[in-house]
């Protein structure tokens, strides 16, 4: 799956990793633009209750220098944060159906 966003979200492509039904995905994403770099995703899945399930949505990666500099003042909730809760909204609205 590959996207082309704004300046700020850059062009990259992901791709499903690993898929534990009802525990997690797991996905390697690839940056191009605005600079390269790889991280691991992940949508993971815990069920509170019969009625309920907790969706936890993140990444992690190694920032190598100079991008390691610049990730220490580059706030990432402000710029992914509202893609990440309109996404989780969007899956909610999809599995509530």
């Known amino acids: 799956n590959k996207?082309?966003?704004?300046?700020?979200?850059?062009?990259?492509?992901?791709?499903?990793?690993?898929?534990?039904?009802?525990?997690?995905?797991?996905?390697?994403?690839?940056?191009?633009?605005?600079?390269?770099s790889e991280s691991d995703g992940y949508l993971k899945v815990d069920e509170i209750n019969a009625n309920t399930t907790k969706v936890t949505w993140g990444f992690s990666g190694i920032n190598k220098f100079p991008s390691n500099i610049f990730m220490l003042f580059f706030n990432m909730d402000k710029v992914v944060g509202k893609d990440f809760e309109e996404g989780l909204a969007n899956l909610k609205v999809i599995l509530e159906k």
């Open 3 to 36: 996207w082309k966003g704004n300046k700020a979200v850059g062009e990259g492509e992901q791709e499903i990793t690993a898929l534990i039904e009802n525990e997690v995905i797991n996905t390697e994403l690839r940056f191009f633009k605005p600079w390269k």
